[in-house]
DNA sequence: GTCTATATTGCGATAGAC
DNA sequence: GTCTATCGCAATATAGAC
């Protein structure tokens, strides 16, 4: 997988690419003030403290990681460009989430806990991108409006927030609902035709 | 609620009081792991030892709070039980959510951060207390397939968890978007109003 | 019941050898 | 670039005086 050998010019530092790897399913699951450096080492398999010399720190190597994670995220903007109906592109929307979550378990997680225990990353990186994803929905909606697809009396902001907050919310109370409702993903499709139907005769005219 | 001051009778241990109190903005703004001894025993105006006294360390006085935070949530079982139409329950909810969050803007991030980064106290008291609201919409929603309130084809879990996740993460994304949407109580009527026509226009036959 | 003082452990970070 | 060893500090918890 790496390579480390001299004049090939490969990417060659295993330590540091090691150390992101093992840290996203430890943070995501104890939060930056639960995990240790010496667990993060152990993990990784390299040496504590390779963890400042690439990092500056526990906290450098949290950021960076989450950098990583919400690189991702920037894809959402794609959407809105995109030479699809307005619904089509919230629907878009719902099935990049649904994917993104499947893809990778661990995003939701460091979304959230930075949104209720935010450290200062949140200002940086996770505060940006969620703006970011809400104002391209603003701007598909606004869209939207002005071609005259959706009923009258409907606020923006509100209604944008329902569309996310329906698909974001299912994926957060899965620790909590597991055992009274099927979270398989056999039932995506079935999740976000339904999430649509409800969406659309929600808001259309 | 205590006694222990010989003749008046009146609540005495300010000790365990103060200690709860001040527990509950600290471990709300940083969770069990970034919230210290000192800064508890600090912020509640007593020594520090008092906190193994009374709650047996940090993890108890954590415990112990969160109990206090989440008895509130019981309360939405009442619901249930009320002689009014099965959509006007679901009102309930949404109007009790609302008021809930504005009333202790605490209970949302100890819900989340529980849901994120699980404590000891996940299993005990937040998944059951998820579980019970939860259960009690699906038995509301499943009456009201009963008398053919709804149109067919319509999962209960699916549409159940749509109406939570959308009031819920309205105030979620508060911290994010702030500057992007008005979240302020003032709109709380409409905010209501807006997510029940979404609703109401998705689920009806 | 409340205090001081302290025991003990684990933390993050780094100096310095190689 | 990676290692060992260790520093200095802050953590939780408690023993024991009052």
């Known amino acids: 997988m790496q390579y480390g050998m001299g004049r090939t010019g490969v990417a060659d530092n295993d330590c540091r690419n090691n150390l992101i790897a093992a840290a996203v399913p430890l943070f995501a699951a104890k ?37 990583e994670q919400f690189a991702i995220l920037g894809r959402l903007e794609e959407i809105q460009q995109m030479e699809v109906d307005t619904l089509q592109k919230f629907e878009l929307y719902v099935r990049a989430t649904v994917s993104r979550y499947r893809r990778n378990p661990y995003l939701l997680r460091f979304y959230t806990s930075e949104l209720t225990n935010p450290t200062a990353c949140f200002e940086t990186i996770i505060k ?25 009396g409907l606020n923006p902001a509100d209604t944008v927030l329902a569309l996310a907050g329906m698909i974001n919310f299912y994926f957060l109370l899965e620790p909590a609902t597991a055992e009274l409702v099927d979270h398989s993903s056999e039932r995506d499709e079935e999740l976000i035709r339904h999430i649509m139907d409800i969406f659309t005769r929600g808001v259309l005219r």
Chains 1, 2 share one sequence.
């Open 128 to 152: 940006p991108a969620i703006k970011r994803v809400v104002q391209m929905l603003l701007d598909t909606f606004t869209d939207g409006l002005d071609h005259k697809k959706f009923r009258d």
């Open 31 to 67: 939060g930056l003030n639960g995990v240790s450096v010496r667990e993060l080492a152990g993990a990784a398999g390299v040496n504590l403290s390779m963890i400042s010399y690439y990092f500056g720190g526990k906290e450098g190597l949290y950021a960076a990681m989450l950098t």
